[in-house]
């Protein structure tokens, strides 16, 4: 009665399509913050302390949620610099609905990411319609967006802003036993892109357009809507870290928010492994990434060196993390896609 | 006819670059003619702001170089450069009391090493120059305010460099024509030669077209195509080393932030250049097509800074920077399409 066993291509079984869950670039990433934090903990006793890492982790939270964003943006073989800009423009609308009119964190969180949003079509529709390297657009609209803030802003800080946001802030208010709310949803939407982007088909279709756009039209993939919303991504996501931004900060809120942002939200990402060329990334690297640069800030900082310093060495784990994942690339020739 | 104008128009970068040109000089003295402006837009006032012309036409200058080169070819850190370099020559000239030439040089070489690094980055190593440049900009950035404890350099020798930043009467012309910036005689116009001979009468320059249009095809008809590469970087860093000096000049003053505050020099050059219509997929650029631009760019915002007075000046500079490159970004795509793409 038993039927005969067929043997099934090792390829058709289930689980075995993709690789394993953490590749090369994030085992070194680990590898670095664990040597980093006991080397950091022995230095300075004050570092491996509740006072010291929960700032830290809050700290990194907007450059990681952005960085998630950018990954996607990245993935497809495109870029945003216009991130900090977008920053900008949420945080001072947010800002000036807060001051004005008292609207609850809801109502923050949603302007914020429906205002981002916005940007991010305007980046996306640009790109994807206008046929238009996004590198070029991008930086169009860092500066029309910067325009549009500052207009927002008058000739003035925003000052006053009620204490709304306080719990995704670094206070007691920003904390469920120890653990910093803002880090919390970070873990959540990071672990949602995770799975969207490894076991979805819509997640694979951007990794398929970054790898040859052409090819991936041909598959009946419609690349001009996934590019859109990869940039409608990074844009909601900026929205909601504008408002981790404004939790963090003081009462006032001055024009150069978010000025920079999105060199630091790039170096997070191509830290974590992602190719600049496209068609491969992974959102835990970028998490990984982040951490590591904000380790860096922190760890610089609590050793009394000057904190402009800290600059010199994302620089240089820049040059390593990209170095070390050109020469893995170089020994194996035919670079797999990954997560 | 018109569609040979139009045709003209959209596949000639520079003919494009003088209309619109024209344009804005004509609408902006008409402005002023009828007294719609804060202050008169003569002459010059034109002539007087051509300062601003140096270091961004130089800048844009060098990212020509480097995203002529092609593979991606961009160069983030020339702004970090021309505020490391710009604090060097502080000491040097400021401080260790060198004459004027030597911290010029010194200037120049130390910006043509920050470009080698790039350059050994992206040919040699591989790593994407969009990568290799933000890592360096980090770097460089970084020193540049550590190394004076993030101070000004301004020491007499520094100040009474603002006398070559000021505005001569030019000789043998005499009074006929406005009083220009002297830098435009002494840096500018020397390194648009220079560029301009080497990109367009040596077999340097053709090498480097060939890189850029086809990598394989350069390798096969034997170009060291690394070399090339890495030639161009270095070059780019040599030029922002003689902007720093220029900066330094204009500000009487090495600041370590002179290349790297707010926005950073390196995003509005690599704006002009894109604007003279170097193509961001290398292999086409002109540098005729930059100048003009830089033109462009510098009497529109000296402009809007006479039609929108105050803060909203500066804001509306932005917008209008931003319009121009996405306005010539779509064109430049749908020049592609239509005709081939622009020369």
């Not at chain 1, 409608?232 to 001055?254: H, K, P, R, W, Y």
């Not at chain 2, 070559?164 to 002494?186: E, K």
């Not at chain 2, 505050?261 to 003279?276: D, F, R, V, Y």
């Not at chain 2, 920077?321 to 996405?326: A, E, H, I, K």
Request: proline share 5%; glycine share 12%; hydrophobic share 55%.
């Amino acid at each position: 009665m038993s039927a005969p066993a067929v043997d099934r291509p090792a390829a058709a079984r289930p689980g075995r399509v993709l690789p394993f869950p953490v590749t090369g670039q994030e085992v070194v990433l680990i590898a670095v913050i664990a040597v980093l934090w006991v080397a950091l903990s022995l230095a300075t006793p004050a570092f491996a302390t509740e006072g010291s890492v929960v700032p830290l982790l809050v700290a990194m939270t907007p450059i990681a949620l952005i960085g998630i964003g950018m990954t996607v943006v990245i993935v497809t073989g495109g870029i945003d610099v216009s991130v900090g800009s977008t920053v900008m423009v949420c945080a001072v609308v947010i800002a000036k609905a807060m001051v004005g009119s008292g609207i609850p964190l809801v109502a923050a969180v949603a302007l914020g990411m429906g205002v981002g949003a916005l940007l991010g079509l305007l980046n996306g529709a640009l790109i994807a319609f206008g046929r238009v390297q996004a590198i070029i657009i991008t930086f169009g609209t860092l500066n029309l967006f910067r325009f549009a803030g500052l207009q927002v802003f008058g000739s003035a800080t925003v000052e006053g802003i009620p204490p709304t946001l306080a719990p995704f802030g670094r206070g007691d208010e920003g904390r469920t036993l120890g653990v910093p709310h803002s880090f919390l949803l970070l873990l959540v939407v990071a672990a949602v892109a995770w799975y969207y982007l490894r076991h979805t088909a819509g997640g694979r279709h951007f990794f398929a357009i970054g790898g040859d756009p052409t090819a991936a039209r041909l598959a009946g993939i419609s690349v001009r809507t996934r590019i859109v919303l990869g940039y409608v991504l990074t844009g909601l996501l900026a929205g909601v870290a504008a408002c981790f931004v404004i939790a963090q900060g003081t009462s006032s809120l001055a024009a150069s928010v978010g000025s920079g942002l999105e060199l630091s939200v790039i170096a997070a990402v191509v830290i974590g492994g992602t190719s600049i060329t496209g068609g491969r990334g992974s959102v835990l690297g970028t998490l990984l990434g982040a951490l590591l640069v904000q380790t860096v800030r922190t760890g610089v900082t609590q050793l009394g060196w000057p904190s402009q310093l800290s600059d010199l060495f994302v620089g240089a784990f820049i040059v390593v993390a990209v170095g070390a994942d050109l020469l893995r690339q170089r020994r194996r020739p035919t670079p797999k896609g990954t997560t | 006819m018109t569609a040979r104008a139009l045709r003209l128009v959209l596949t000639q970068r520079t003919a494009l670059l003088v209309v619109l040109l024209v344009a804005v000089v004509v609408t902006m003295t008409t402005l002023s003619g009828n007294n719609y402006l804060s202050a008169p837009y003569s002459a010059s006032y034109m002539a007087s702001t051509l300062i601003n012309a140096v270091p961004l036409a130089m800048l844009a200058l060098a990212e020509l170089l480097v995203i002529t080169s092609g593979r991606g070819g961009i160069d983030l850190s020339v702004g970090a450069i021309v505020s490391l370099t710009g604090m060097v020559f502080g000491f040097a000239y400021g401080q260790w009391g060198w004459p004027l030439a030597p911290a010029v040089l010194l200037a120049l070489l130390l910006g043509a090493a920050c470009g080698a690094l790039n350059g050994f980055l992206v040919a040699h190593l591989g790593f994407p120059a969009l990568i290799a440049t933000l890592a360096t900009y980090y770097a460089f950035r970084s020193l540049a305010l550590v190394v004076n404890d993030q101070r000004p350099i301004n020491s007499a020798p520094v100040q009474e460099l603002y006398s070559t930043a000021t505005a001569v009467t030019l000789p043998l012309v005499g009074d006929a024509l406005p009083r220009v910036p002297l830098g435009i005689f002494t840096f500018l116009v020397p390194t648009a030669l220079v560029v301009w001979f080497v990109l367009a009468r040596t077999t340097a320059g053709r090498r480097l077209y060939a890189i850029g249009t086809n990598d394989v095809a350069a390798r096969w008809s034997g170009i060291d195509v690394r070399r090339t590469r890495w030639s161009a970087y270095v070059a780019a860093g040599a030029i922002s080393g003689l902007v720093a000096v220029v900066t330094v000049a204009q500000f009487a003053s090495a600041r370590p932030d002179a290349g790297t505050s707010g926005n950073g020099m390196a995003l509005p050059a690599i704006t002009i250049a894109i604007l003279g219509g170097v193509a961001i997929t290398g292999g086409v650029g002109r540098v005729a097509g930059v100048v003009l631009a830089t033109l462009l760019v510098v009497w529109l915002n000296a402009g809007i800074l006479l039609a929108v007075p105050g803060n909203d000046g500066t804001q509306f500079q932005l917008f209008a920077l931003g319009v121009v490159l996405v306005v010539a970004a779509l064109l430049n795509a749908l020049t592609q399409r239509r005709y081939g793409g622009t020369q």
